[in-house]
């Protein structure tokens, strides 16, 4: 089982940027897929929306429409760290952001990944 910690939120403008780092302890990280999803306040009860995802190969990943060009995924295996790079961060982004990983190729669906994180706020303050 993979223990993950995410970190790196924070309050930025309109604009601006942060680094979202994902953690991971208790076993190897590098044959996991990794997910980026967020959920906006006062949506608890809506699916977490997905946002970015990589697969233990560097090289492949994938984003939501929503963030292509803005949002960069990245992982250090030899960290055990996966990193969601934001830039031109948008007020409609506020969201708790969370991190999960899942045995196998990167998806976009929550309910395929089976280790969550207990996410990290960013607030983007217009």
């Known amino acids: 089982q993979v223990q993950l910690v995410e970190s790196g939120g924070g309050l930025v403008q309109a604009g601006g940027s942060l680094r979202l780092s994902c953690a991971a302890s208790g076993r190897t990280f590098s044959r996991f897929s990794v997910g980026w999803f967020r959920q906006a306040p006062g949506a608890p009860g809506k699916e977490r929306e997905f946002?970015?995802?990589?697969?233990?190969?560097?090289?492949?990943?994938t984003y939501a429409d929503s963030v292509k060009g803005r949002f960069t995924i990245s992982r250090d295996n030899a960290k055990n760290t996966v990193y969601l790079q934001m830039n031109s961060l948008k007020p409609e982004e506020t969201a708790v952001y969370y991190c999960a990983a899942k045995r196998g190729l990167v998806s976009g669906t929550p309910t395929d990944y089976d280790q969550w994180g207990q996410g990290t706020q960013v607030s983007v303050s217009s």
């Open positions: 946002v970015a995802a990589i697969y233990w190969i560097g090289s492949v990943s």
